[in-house]
């Protein structure tokens, strides 16, 4: 299936998606569910920003607050204090390098954008657990990141149940899609969830037909990077699902993937390259 070219709107410039972009994931948590992405001390916060900006990396997103099944609830205060001070730490780092906010709460994503310059909302909820975030984002008039969650971080692995769930992930985004367009939002990057309230088989059921959310119109975001959806199924840890990572990555990229979300920035930069030139006799 033929695909035309998606583009989205940073930090003021319009950037073609026909290769896709790699965005780095930086944590400022205590508890994220892959330990060795956790960035606490000003140092690791300064050099994990280097490092996604060196191996290829066209968006930072920051992180204060676990989504791993069974994680925790931050307050709000707690969540902003964490992103303001990783916030002046990156921009020290990296001076105006496009950030993305992870974060499901309308205040801290106006506060990120108002205050420092974040280029893109990245919300894991869908607009579900904060009712002002879609009109934040239409003030904010900044990208927005909508994915699919059943159910919420503390009980979305709960026995998870569809009985479509393809259908019933495309008809969920295409409603909310429809939402932000009457609001005025038409930047909008679409993320099917994966490992949130899916089942291992929901997972790669949504990964082997992720080239039909391409019919939504809006550009497609994979964050795949050493989940449970790799570690369950090859009987291993997330420190050792690398090489799970960058199959499914390339997979994904080759069913038009527009941007990958991930923890190791230079492989999936790799995978990019690779796929493109790949897609060049295809």
Do not use: W
Request: glycine share 10%; aromatic share 6%.
């Amino acid at each position: 299936m033929k695909q035309t070219t998606a583009s989205i709107n940073l930090a003021g410039n319009l950037v073609q998606l026909d290769k896709p972009l790699v965005m780095g994931i930086l944590n400022v948590t205590p508890d994220s569910f892959y330990p060795a992405s956790r960035t606490e001390g000003d140092a690791e916060i300064a050099a994990r920003a280097k490092q996604i900006i060196d191996e290829g990396g066209s968006i930072i997103d920051i992180g204060a607050y676990s989504s791993r099944p069974g994680a925790d609830d931050v307050p709000p205060e707690e969540e902003m204090r964490r992103l303001a001070h990783a916030l002046r730490i990156i921009r020290q780092a990296v001076g105006d390098a496009v950030c993305s906010v992870d974060t499901f709460r309308a205040d801290v994503a106006r506060m990120c954008v108002e205050e420092y310059g974040v280029a893109m909302v990245n919300d894991i909820s869908g607009g579900e657990l904060d009712g002002a975030m879609f009109d934040t984002v239409a003030r904010l008039k900044v990208p927005y990141v909508l994915m699919h969650m059943k159910g919420t971080p503390k009980d979305m692995q709960h026995d998870p149940a569809y009985e479509d769930v393809l259908g019933e992930v495309m008809q969920y985004l295409a409603g909310k899609v429809a939402t932000l367009n009457d609001k005025g939002v038409s930047d909008i990057v679409i993320d099917p969830g994966f490992g949130f309230g899916k089942t291992l088989d929901d997972n790669y059921r949504l990964m082997a037909h992720l080239d039909l959310f391409k019919e939504l119109g809006c550009p497609l975001l994979v964050g795949v990077s050493r989940k449970s959806m790799i570690c369950k199924l090859l009987g291993i840890t997330a420190d050792d699902a690398l090489n799970g990572t960058t199959a499914l990555d390339t997979f994904a990229l080759m069913k038009g993937a527009d941007i990958l979300r991930v923890h190791d920035v230079r492989q999936a930069v790799e995978a990019v390259e690779i796929t493109g030139k790949l897609k060049q006799f295809g």
